[in-house]
């Protein structure tokens, strides 16, 4: 699920405008966040491919 910059805010706890604010003036910091969000999607998409090949491998077995 693609979150939006105000989710991300709130999972920081802090205001969607002080997140707008690093983007300019602590870009590292902004960087630092979005690469660490990005990696939390990639987890979660290999974790439902993984449970989704599972599924296709248990049906296959129980045939």
């Known amino acids: 699920m693609k979150l939006t910059q105000q989710d991300k ?3 920081l706890g802090i205001d969607p405008r002080t ?4 983007r300019t003036e602590k870009t590292f910091l902004y960087n630092t966040i979005m690469k660490g969000f990005a990696f939390d999607e990639i987890v979660e998409a290999s974790r439902e491919s993984y449970e989704k090949a599972k599924s296709v ?3 296959f ?3």
């Open 9 to 11: 805010a709130r999972l």
């Open 57 to 59: 491998q248990e049906k």
């Open 19 to 22: 997140l707008r604010k690093w």
């Open 61 to 63: 077995q129980n045939s």
